[in-house]
């Protein structure tokens, strides 16, 4: 066993406990509240910034997103997850009673009211829809046995114009001229 977990179980009243692979949300902490408190102040980023690129844009084409952006927004999202959410998640999978606070009704009720002043198709979105509108939407990508045969009928073959030429081009400092002078 590790020394870190060796030491963590020398505490007496603390009990370290793994869940089981492959569980549903009724025992995942994080898919009990942490990941949907994260997608609401998330989103509530998202929609605020839609909102105030609406006044200057023209058509949904000119609302531009960033990475940089979603960057902090993502930031922003994370130090916005409180302790009690932390704390709630984990006790609602472990069947304890929870700390009291409710961020997320809260949370919820915040992009509610920005989502109303967003119409799509001339209606509108409440938030709990808008949370969860990824939820059949696996996270990462699956990995298909066929992979393999489509990477292989992907690759470029060289021909003869192409071979990488594996002799020794060191730039010497007349070389470097050279070329300087051809760019200016």
């Not at 105030?52 to 949904?60: E, F, G, L, R, Y």
């Not at 799509?120 to 046995?145: V, Y």
Request: proline fraction near 3%; hydrophobic fraction near 40%.
């Amino acid at each position: 066993m590790h020394h870190v977990i060796q030491w963590i179980l020398s505490f007496r009243k603390l009990k370290l406990q793994y869940f089981p692979p492959n569980t549903t949300s009724k025992l995942q902490p994080l898919d009990q509240g942490i990941i949907r408190a994260f997608k609401a102040h998330y989103r509530k980023y998202l929609v605020k910034h839609i909102i105030a690129c609406c006044a200057m844009a023209q058509t949904p084409d000119d609302i531009k997103i960033t990475c940089l952006d979603a960057i902090y927004w993502i930031d922003a999202a994370w130090r916005a997850i409180t302790d009690a959410t932390i704390c709630n998640t984990f006790c609602t999978a472990a069947d304890i009673v929870t700390v009291t606070g409710d961020e997320q009704c809260e949370e919820l009720e915040k992009l509610d009211d920005l989502l109303q002043h967003v119409t799509i198709g001339g209606q509108t979105m409440k938030a709990s829809d808008f949370i969860e509108l990824d939820k059949d939407i696996p996270p990462f990508n699956i990995w298909f046995d066929n992979c393999e045969r489509l990477m292989a009928s992907d690759l470029i073959e060289f021909n003869d114009d192409d071979e990488i030429d594996d002799e020794d081009d060191r730039i010497t400092t007349e070389s470097s001229q050279k070329y300087r002078k051809q760019w200016k």
